[in-house]
């Protein structure tokens, strides 16, 4: 287990996902303890507690993503036992990766890959999300989330000590390169044929700003949840956190970013939009 954690700490995750039969997806807690690199299951119940408090405070049934039930377990030999564990929701996983111990290289994989997931799970469930139709109605959904967490992200930076304009101009090139395979924001400008005075979010199709929707807010939840002071540390988590995202594209099979279609402006979508309102009124 140590040897596939240190090749492929960025899949495990996936590699050990489960579907029941009725097409739900879980992680067997037992599983997911060894991924985390506990080698006692007893220590690790410690941290299933800690999640399901969570899980009740946010106002979520523990019983809807907490389950008993009787794991297989490895002997050796090829044998395997069945013993006592928990089915684990991803929200569930989320939660314990939170609480886990932080010192542990793989529980800071996890946190940044359940995170992302879950995610874009709530974005998935999202109602107001899903009762848009159209492509255009899930741009402007998606582009106004993203003014919102940019500005939430840019508190966060300033906090960790990037304060100049031009410091978060680097800082914001970090995230896109973790995200376009090492393009910043003059490089998709070129790759994408945009001009310098058009701003690339207002040309991203729905899928890329969800993409970037994930970078914005789990960096900033990373920035705060750990403390990140410095700009080279701010810069750097920006950059491991898009990474993490196009890492997560990869597996899911999705078009990363910089291959995707580039959309006429979203300003165009908006003056349509103030135009339908104005005939109706």
């Not at 800071?108 to 998935?124: P, S, V």
């Not at 582009?143 to 978060?168: C, W």
Request: net charge positive; proline share 2%.
């Amino acid at each position: 287990m140590a040897n596939e954690l240190s090749k492929k700490p960025e899949t495990i995750f996936e590699q050990i996902r489960q579907v029941d039969e009725y097409g739900n997806e879980y992680w067997g807690a037992r599983q997911l303890a060894k991924a985390l690199d506990y080698t006692d299951f007893r220590n690790f119940l410690s941290v299933i507690g800690k999640a399901k408090e969570a899980c009740k405070n946010s106002g979520h049934e523990v019983e809807n993503h907490i389950v008993d039930f009787n794991e297989m377990v490895p002997i050796g030999s090829g044998a395997q036992r069945e013993m006592e564990s928990y089915k684990l929701s991803r929200y569930a996983c989320y939660l314990i990766v939170q609480n886990a111990d932080p010192t542990k290289e793989i529980v800071a994989t996890g946190q940044t890959y359940f995170a992302i997931q879950t995610r874009l799970h709530e974005i998935r469930q999202m109602e107001e999300y899903n009762r848009l139709s159209t492509e255009e109605e899930k741009r402007l959904f998606l582009r106004n989330e993203m003014k919102k967490h940019n500005s939430q992200l840019a508190e966060a930076a300033k906090d960790a000590g990037v304060i100049e304009s031009k410091d978060y101009a680097i800082f914001q090139n970090h995230g896109y390169m973790g995200l376009y395979g090492g393009l910043d924001a003059k490089g998709i400008h070129a790759i994408k044929g945009l001009k310098k005075s058009q701003h690339i979010l207002d040309h991203m199709g729905s899928t890329e700003l969800a993409a970037n929707l994930f970078r914005a807010t789990q960096t900033e939840e990373k920035l705060r949840r750990e403390n990140i002071k410095g700009k080279t540390k701010a810069n750097q988590t920006h950059f491991e956190v898009g990474k993490k995202v196009r890492q997560t594209i990869k597996e899911i099979g999705g078009t990363m970013p910089e291959n995707l279609p580039v959309e006429e402006s979203i300003k165009q979508i908006e003056s349509k939009e103030k135009k339908k309102l104005g005939k109706k009124s």
